[in-house]
């Protein structure tokens, strides 16, 4: 037995297995092994055999003496012997991993050439099924048509019947001919390539992509369709000409040429060549006109329809709800009422009672909107609007968010002329009203004496016998906050508030906000539908997506249905107050619609000097039959002339006009009156009273008509002839400027002499003049006098200082205003 029996032969991995072990010799005490790997034949010496010696023979052991070099032990060398066979061994496995690579490689790309082959025999089988079909139908149609000529025209009786032209043997057409020998030289392209064609399938080259040959685009249904009937009206004896389809083209006023052509499906250099030849020179990314478009469209033989820019917003639904889908939902309630009178207390009250405590810090003002719910379990919805004002405005905008209004009146101070305000704009609105008589646990409470000061308003409480509810209430004790929610819930009961949640959704803006890190934040109330995150909005002038929603406790929701009030995130500006939110389907209809509503907004701001006077109102009730009041706005200086004014104005009218008087009140005129004008396009008429600075600035904004007067009866005389259409010459006032009594000087012989200071346009001396004190008219009449330093002038600029003294009137005071004015004569028109 040897000394290698049952271990690896050195130089070999993985011991027998690697090679085969042929034969061992041995010279003296040492022993070669012989081992015969995949590749070759080798013999491994054993170690020690080299520097030993082999047996006894001079010839080996000079040869392992030349072999080893000097100073390598058996052991070094058994070490690199076995790094030796390792190498050759890793050698051996790398090439077969490559051969087995290169095998599967090779069995892949016969697969790709097996499955292109497959396909495009595939296709030449269906293209020649399919050119065949088309033979046969060609030649059934022949067939039947000679048929037909056969049976309607007899042959002559000494003509030689014709051979039919399906038994004589027909040369192929020219392009027939191409076509065979296209299909033979493809055919034979197949069958010639052999395995170099084959290899080359599936290999897009740079002539195949220029040529567009079989490694391009394949041909598609529709081009295979066009090929049939191509070769069926071959087959039938000619091309046909294709019937031209008339289209309906929409026209707007201002189109591009491109987009004309694409819409009547012409080629655009036909659009263009026709229009140079009407003698317009324009290219295909030029605009034109609607006219000129309606030209073109007629010439190319197609119809017109003509649409205009308010077209766009047809997109959103102004479908009836049917009386099956409708739901119930909670009623909105808004608070009203003069502000010194308790109002905010109330809200207060009613959140503190029916709201967390830790969540009632700040949930008014976080949303201006919020829900309670009552003992009985009733949703109710509060919007807490900045006053009446805001009301009106959302009213302007024909934002009807408001289902019922609760009106607050303080026991111990009645009604004030902001609650007149109040009950004037809930009666335009046309909305139930509630009655709160707050403070009631104050001594000098009198809710009698409130019910009695509604009665000279038109509202009758139930009380005094009448439907209006009211309800005595206390925001510090919280005496009667139960009574009123349940007054309010009774009243939604009778009016069956619904709404369908299913539908897109439509709500109001409440308020608007630019928020530091959100954007714009727009407090919506959801009216009809459900608002979904995601969805795509307009609103107003502006557009967005449902970024998120908020609840009125800070909660994000994914939702939100009628009756709801959320903050909404994800739009690209700021609306206003009252804009009307609509849902569309695609953000590029929201995007147009608000384009277009931006761009008649910018109409209307610059044409707001057409203002609504009195006779543009006269005009719109001739043009339109359907408006028969002539709406007005009064204020007065007293209770008195004001409540003669109404009187008066109510006996003018006939069957055709009368006159409405909207609102009445005392005081100067304020935003408050402007809002209210402007949302029933009224005009302003004042009686010995005038507007505060902010409603003079807003008249001019929003283009209502203030008129002043200070004898009732020209007042009483203009509202007649406006609603008779009987206006002659108009005296009409031209105010110049204004000064303000800086100094009262007691002068001898001349009396009292103001020392003024001109604040705004010019004071002349043979103008008229009034003397206002707290905006209120104290004395009409002319100046005596108008000095600058000593000398008299004609008329004294703004920012200089001058002295007036009035014709026969001396209760001139310090801080009063004076205001210059010029009447002028202006012949009426109601065109």
Do not use: W
């Not at 391009?216 to 295979?224: D, P, V």
């Not at 009631?440 to 009695?452: N, Q, W």
């Not at 994000?556 to 609306?575: D, F, Q, W």
């Amino acid at each position: 037995m040897s000394d290698n029996d049952g271990k690896k032969p050195l130089g070999v991995r993985g011991g027998p297995r690697a090679g085969n072990v042929k034969q061992s010799f041995s010279h003296g005490r040492t022993k070669n092994v012989v081992v015969e790997t995949k590749r070759k034949r080798v013999v491994v010496p054993k170690p020690g055999a080299a520097s030993a010696g082999v047996g006894n023979s001079p010839a080996v052991a000079a040869s392992g003496a030349t072999r080893r070099p000097a100073g390598i032990s058996d052991a070094e060398l058994e070490r690199r012997m076995k790094a030796l066979a390792a190498a050759k061994a890793r050698e051996a496995d790398e090439a077969a991993r490559r051969a087995a690579e290169e095998k599967a490689r090779e069995e892949e790309r016969q697969r790709r050439r097996e499955e292109a082959e497959a396909r495009e025999r595939e296709q030449r089988e269906a293209e020649e099924r399919a050119r065949q079909k088309a033979e046969e139908d060609a030649r059934r149609e022949r067939e039947a048509a000679e048929a037909r000529a056969r049976d309607a025209a007899p042959p002559a009786p000494d003509a030689t019947p014709a051979r039919p032209a399906a038994a004589r043997p027909a040369a192929p057409t020219a392009p027939r001919r191409r076509e065979e020998d296209d299909r033979d030289s493809r055919r034979g392209k197949g069958r010639a390539g052999g395995d170099d064609g084959g290899r080359r399938t599936g290999k897009l080259t740079l002539n195949q992509a220029l040529a567009g040959g079989e490694g391009g685009r394949q041909k598609s249904m529709a081009a295979m369709k066009r090929k049939q009937e191509r070769a069926r009206q071959k087959a039938m004896g000619g091309m046909q000409e294709r019937e031209k389809v008339v289209r309906d083209v929409q026209v707007p006023e201002v189109i591009v040429v491109s987009e004309l052509a694409n819409r009547m499906a012409e080629r655009v250099g036909d659009v263009v060549k026709a229009l140079m030849q009407m003698g317009m020179m324009v290219t295909q990314n030029q605009s034109i006109d609607a006219d000129t478009a309606e030209l073109i469209v007629e010439e190319f033989g197609h119809r017109v329809v003509r649409v205009s820019d308010s077209d766009v917003e047809d997109v959103i639904d102004t479908v009836e709800d049917r009386p099956e889908d409708l739901k119930p939902r909670p009623p909105v309630i808004t608070i009203m009422g003069h502000v010194d009178h308790g109002k905010t207390s109330l809200l207060d009250a009613i959140r503190d009672a029916k709201v967390v405590a830790g969540e009632a810090g700040g949930i008014t003002q976080h949303i201006g909107a919020y829900q309670v719910t009552t003992d009985s379990g009733t949703l109710l919805t509060f919007l807490d609007t900045p006053g009446h004002a805001a009301f009106t405005s959302m009213r302007a905008r024909g934002a009807q968010v408001t289902d019922i209004v609760v009106l607050v009146v303080a026991a111990d101070d009645a009604v004030m002329p902001q609650t007149v305000e109040a009950i004037n704009h809930a009666k335009a609105a046309g909305v139930p009203m509630i009655v709160a008589i707050n403070k009631i646990d104050l001594p000098a409470a009198d809710p009698d004496k409130v019910r009695a000061d509604l009665l000279r308003h038109e509202v009758v409480v139930e009380k005094m016998s009448g439907d209006v509810q009211d309800v005595e209430v206390s925001a510090i004790t919280g005496q009667g906050l139960d009574e009123l929610l349940e007054a309010i819930a009774l009243q939604a009961e009778i009016l069956e508030l619904k709404a369908n949640p299913d539908r897109a959704a439509e709500g109001a803006v409440i308020e608007a906000k630019l928020d530091v890190g959100r954007g714009p934040v727009a407090t919506v109330l959801v009216q009809r539908g459900t608002l979904r995150q995601g969805d795509i909005f307009v609103v107003g002038e502006q557009y967005g997506r449902v970024r998120a929603l908020m609840n009125d406790r800070g909660e994000r929701i994914t939702e939100a249905g009628p009756s709801t009030p959320v903050e909404v995130l994800g739009l690209n500006g700021t609306p206003e107050a009252g804009d009307v939110l609509n849902v569309v389907e695609t953000e590029a209809q929201a995007r147009e619609i608000a384009s277009y509503r931006h761009e008649k907004a910018k109409e209307k701001r610059a044409a707001a000097g057409a203002g609504t006077s009195l006779e543009q109102l006269l005009a719109k009730a001739r043009e339109d039959e359907n408006v028969k009041e002539l709406p007005i706005v009064v204020k007065a200086d007293v209770q008195g002339s004001a409540e003669a004014i109404v009187q008066a104005m109510e006996k003018i009218g006939n069957d055709e006009v009368r006159v409405r008087v909207l609102h009445s009140g005392v005081g100067a005129i304020t935003e408050s009156d402007v809002g209210l004008a402007e949302a029933s396009g009224a005009p302003v008429l004042g009686f010995n009273v005038r507007a505060n600075a902010p409603a003079r600035n807003s008249a001019n904004q929003k283009g209502v008509e203030i008129r002043y007067y200070s004898v009732i009866y020209d007042l009483v005389d203009d509202v007649k002839a406006a609603a008779s259409g009987l206006l002659g010459n108009e005296i009409r006032e031209k105010f110049i400027g204004y000064a303000r009594i800086k100094e009262v000087f007691k002068v001898s012989g001349v009396g009292k002499v103001a020392g003024c200071l001109v604040t705004e346009g010019v004071a002349r001396r043979s103008a008229g003049v009034r003397l206002l004190r707290d905006d209120v008219v104290i004395h009409e009449g002319t100046l005596k006098t108008l000095k600058r330093f000593k000398d008299e002038v004609a008329e004294v600029q703004s920012g200089q200082e001058c002295g007036m003294a009035f014709e026969n009137y001396e209760d001139i005071r310090e801080g009063d205003v004076i205001e210059i004015f010029e009447r002028e004569e202006v012949t009426r028109s109601l065109a």
